[in-house]
């Protein structure tokens, strides 16, 4: 019985995760889920690639937390629009929550939302917000043995950004193990490899995303 309210559950935010798709492509937005343990960089991504990427895009940041609004504050002044989501416990984000989010915005404005999902390398895994990119963030410091212990975040992102990568050394971190095994379990993924608070190794990962919004906008 339990079983089956899950899967309902499952169901329907993947429903509502499709009308969301289908509502931002209505207005030519693209959508990115930022997903990572908490600290693994998330904001600290966001304050750097806004840089590059609010040069020429309309952007809004959905900021999903459990309580307070600090990563909101650290985005506030960069020309994005902001909405925080309070989960109050929750441990991710889901599309309906996404899609009340999207109503506090002026879908006629925006080029791309970027969702900062809840810091868990567990449970937005399951959980379909409507996003076209899919990015886990992975900070080194968290070891060079975790992708096939949290294999659904590891397989299901689209793009992993490998981050704090100038610790690598100081971490006994071995990158190229690190990749390799990420590769195992999601061979077609795109990888790169970042220090977010440098905005210099955001350049490739910037130039990229660019590029997949233009064909996207173009489709
Ligand atoms: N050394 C180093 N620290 C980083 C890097 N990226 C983020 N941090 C730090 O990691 C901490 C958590 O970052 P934050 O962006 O808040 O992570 P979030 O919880 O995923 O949003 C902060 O103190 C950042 O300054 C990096 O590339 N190198
Ligand atoms: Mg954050």
């Known amino acids: 019985m339990e079983i089956k309210v899950l899967k309902n559950v499952m169901i329907k935010n993947d429903a509502v995760g499709n009308d969301n798709r289908k509502r931002f492509k209505g207005h030519k937005i693209y959508t990115i889920n930022i997903t990572s343990s908490p600290g693994a960089g998330k904001t600290t991504l966001l304050e750097n690639s806004l840089k590059y990427i609010n040069k020429k895009y309309r952007t809004a940041i959905i900021e999903g937390d459990l309580y307070t609004s600090r990563d909101a504050e650290r985005l506030a002044g960069k020309n994005a629009a902001l909405v925080q989501i309070n989960t109050e416990g929750g441990c991710h984000l889901d599309a309906r929550m996404i899609s009340g989010a999207a109503n506090e915005l002026d879908l006629n404005d925006l080029d791309i939302i970027f969702i900062e999902n809840v810091g868990n390398l567990v449970c937005p895994a399951g959980f379909d917000l409507g996003e076209n990119l899919r990015v886990?963030?992975?900070?080194?410091?968290?070891?060079?043995?975790?992708?096939?212990?949290?294999?659904?975040?590891?397989?299901?992102?689209?793009?992993?950004?490998?981050?704090?990568?100038?610790?690598?050394?100081?971490?006994?971190?071995?990158?190229?193990?690190?990749?390799?095994?990420?590769?195992?379990?999601?061979?077609?993924?795109?990888?790169?490899?970042?220090?977010?608070v440098n905005p210099d190794s955001l350049i490739e990962w910037d130039t990229w995303l660019d590029e997949q919004i233009g064909e996207y906008k173009k489709s």
Not at 143 to 158: E, I, S, T
């Open 136 to 196: 886990l963030v992975y900070s080194i410091t968290e070891g060079d043995d975790k992708p096939k212990k949290y294999l659904p975040m590891f397989n299901k992102a689209d793009v992993i950004l490998i981050n704090k990568i100038e610790l690598a050394d100081i971490c006994k971190i071995n990158l190229n193990k690190l990749e390799t095994e990420i590769r195992e379990i999601n061979p077609k993924c795109k990888i790169f490899r970042i220090s977010a």
